[in-house]
C-alpha cells in the first residue's frame, strides 16, 4: 500500500493510547493532530470519533446514539467515518476495545508496586473510583452500554474480565495454608460485585461508588485473606500504601 493512501483501517483500536480515557490527553492530541503527518491526522480523528461513540453512548444511551451526532460531536463527515467504519456498532467496539484495554492497565498498574495482594487490591479499587469520578459520562458509556452493542464488544469485555479474573485469583499465591481455599468462583463474584456498584453509582446521582468501597474491599479481601486482614485493609483506604 503506498504511505499516501494510509487507511483508517490500519490504526487499529490497540493504538488508541490513553486519549480515550483522559479528556486532557485527547485535547492535546487532538490540537497537535494538524501539525502531524498524515497517519497521526487519521489516528486522532478515529480517535475523536470512537471517544464521541463513547460519551453519546454515555449520555443517551447506545441505542439512540446516532452516526449523525456522533459526526457532529466528532467534527468528522460521514465519508471519513465509511471509511473507518462499517456501522456504529464499530465504532462502538474499536472505542470500547481500545477503552477497556486501558481501564483494565490502568487498574493494575495502580496496585502493581503493592507489597501485598490486598494493598494492591485496595489501590486498584480506588483508582476505578478516580476514574468514575473523572469521567463519569464516558464511563457510562464504556461499562453500562456495551451490553446493548452487540457480540464483539461483548466478547471483549469477556476477555478482559477473565484477565482480570485471573489477576484477581492470584490472592490464592499469599493465602495461609491452614485457611480453607475460596471457591473457583470467588474472583468472578468479586468482579461482578464491583461491576454492579459502579454500574449503579453510573446511574443514580445519589449512589456514591466511594462510599461503598470500604464494604467492597472488606468483602473481597474477606473472601481470601479473612475478617481481620479485611478490615486491617479497609482501615488503609485514601493512604498511600
Known amino acids: 500500500m503506498a504511505k499516501e493512501r494510509t487507511n483508517d483501517r490500519d490504526c487499529g483500536p490497540r493504538d488508541l ?3 480515550l480515557l483522559s479528556k486532557e490527553a485527547f485535547a492535546r492530541e487532538q490540537a497537535e493532530a494538524p501539525a502531524s503527518k498524515r497517519s497521526d491526522q487519521l489516528r486522532a480523528s478515529r480517535r475523536a470519533m470512537e471517544r464521541a461513540a463513547l460519551e453519546l453512548s454515555g449520555e443517551v444511551g447506545y441505542g439512540q446514539m446516532t452516526v449523525e451526532a456522533l459526526l457532529e460531536r466528532s467534527d468528522s463527515n460521514r465519508e471519513r467515518f465509511y471509511h473507518a467504519y462499517q456501522s456504529k456498532a464499530e465504532c462502538y467496539t474499536a472505542g470500547y476495545s481500545a ?8 487498574l493494575l ?9 490486598s494493598a494492591g487490591f485496595r489501590t486498584a479499587c480506588e483508582e476505578l473510583a478516580r476514574v468514575v469520578a473523572a469521567e463519569p459520562v464516558l464511563a457510562r458509556g464504556l461499562l453500562a452500554e456495551v451490553y446493548a452493542a452487540g457480540d464483539a ?15 484477581i485469583d492470584r490472592a490464592r499465591r499469599e493465602t495461609d495454608e491452614s485457611r480453607h481455599s475460596p471457591p473457583p468462583f470467588t474472583p468472578r463474584f468479586i468482579l461482578s460485585g464491583i ?5 449503579r453509582a453510573l446511574r443514580e446521582e445519589s449512589y456514591d461508588f466511594e462510599e461503598i468501597l470500604p464494604g467492597l474491599i472488606y468483602i473481597s479481601v474477606s473472601f481470601y485473606f479473612g475478617r481481620e486482614a479485611a478490615a486491617a485493609e479497609t482501615r488503609r483506604l485514601g493512604r498511600a500504601g
Do not use: C, H, N, Y
Request: hydrophobic fraction near 45%.
Open 17 to 19: 493510547g490513553w486519549a
Open 99 to 106: 477503552a477497556i484495554d486501558q481501564l483494565a492497565e490502568r
Open 109 to 117: 498498574s495502580a496496585g502493581a508496586d503493592a507489597p501485598s495482594w
Open 153 to 167: 464488544a461483548l466478547e471483549k469485555r469477556k476477555e478482559v474480565f477473565e484477565r482480570l479474573s485471573r489477576t
Open 195 to 199: 461491576e454492579a456498584a459502579t454500574l
